[in-house]
Nanobody, 121 residues
Framework: QMQLKQSGGGSVQAGGSLRLSCTSS????MAWFRQAPGKEREGVAG????????NYADSVKGRFTISYDNAKKTLDLEMNSLKPEDTAVYYC??????????????????WGQGTQVTVSS
């Protein structure tokens, strides 16, 4: 049973930056999702840590960077040029399967507790 523990997040003005971290052992497929009030949970960024391959939602490409730190055993999400529409609860996720990112939330068995990110205009 994998355990994912999140840290980081908070409030920032538009254009600012935040960093999210998720302590977890390395898994074949890891990702960050977010859920805004009244909306479905959506994939933000995914990574296959063993290969380094990454995927990003179009809405965050060029602004967000996902990475896995082998020394710290953390899944990180660096968020720059934040916009009010980035406001949501962010969740880290992991799975031992393949092609998890292609299956959205159904592709991930393990989830972090969620952390609020609020971007004000």
């Amino acid at each position: 049973q994998m355990q994912l523990k999140q840290s980081g997040g908070g409030s920032v003005q538009a254009g600012g930056s935040l960093r999210l971290s998720c302590t977890s052992s390395k898994s074949s497929c890891m990702a960050w999702f977010r859920q805004a009030p009244g909306k479905e949970r959506e994939g933000v960024a995914g990574i296959y840590p063993w290969t380094g391959d990454t995927n990003y939602a179009d809405s965050v490409k060029g602004r967000f960077t996902i990475s896995y730190d082998n020394a710290k055993k953390t899944l990180d999400l660096e968020m720059n040029s934040l916009k009010p529409e980035d406001t949501a609860v962010y969740y880290c996720a992991a799975d031992s399967g393949a092609d998890c990112w292609d299956h959205g939330t159904r592709g991930f068995a393990y989830w972090g507790q969620g952390t609020q990110v609020t971007v004000s205009s």
